[in-house]
């Protein structure tokens, strides 16, 4: 097992590549990924301050309304306290809306929690902030 530096580094890579899985979910409208990455208790918080959990998450996933042509993560800052993560970033994104293609942005905070022995995202609030 990696120690100290090393060991942070890896988990790093491995919470930012569950936002990225969460990211791309949306463009291919396959929620079957987050059924395991997403916590059961799970709560989000979008743009207009409407909640929603996890169950209305994997449904918006599939919904073809829903489908983005590209999402990317741009960069995350990670911060760590024991079994709990909490994760700032970006995303940048292209989507359809009838014929009119359009491009922008989300900023989000995800909370992650350690829960035997696997990471979850647990908590997230997004913001779509434009292109």
């Known amino acids: ?5 090393d060991a942070v580094a890896d988990l790093t890579t ?18 079957k990924p987050l059924e395991t990455i997403i916590a059961d208790d799970f709560v989000g918080i979008e743009s ?6 996890k ?6 996933v599939a919904s073809p309304e829903a489908k983005l042509l590209s999402n990317e ?19 940048t994104f292209t989507r359809r809306t009838g014929a009119k293609l359009e491009t922008g942005r989300f900023v989000w905070t995800d909370v992650m ?3 035997a ?15």
Not at 48 to 53: K, L, M, T
Not at 55 to 60: E, R
Not at 73 to 91: I, M, P, Y
Not at 117 to 131: F, H, K, L, T, Y
């Open 73 to 91: 993560v741009g960069a995350v800052k990670l911060r760590l306290f024991g079994d709990v993560a909490v994760l700032q970033g970006s995303e």
């Open 14 to 31: 491995t919470l930012i590549e569950m936002e990225r899985q969460w990211a791309l979910a949306y463009v291919g409208q396959d929620p």
């Open 48 to 53: 207009d301050g409407s909640v929603y959990d």
């Open 55 to 60: 169950k209305a998450l994997l449904l918006q």
């Open 117 to 131: 022995g696997r990471w979850q995202i647990v908590a997230a609030q997004d913001n779509e902030v434009g292109p």
């Open 113 to 115: 929690a350690k829960r």
């Open 1 to 5: 097992m990696p120690k100290g530096g």
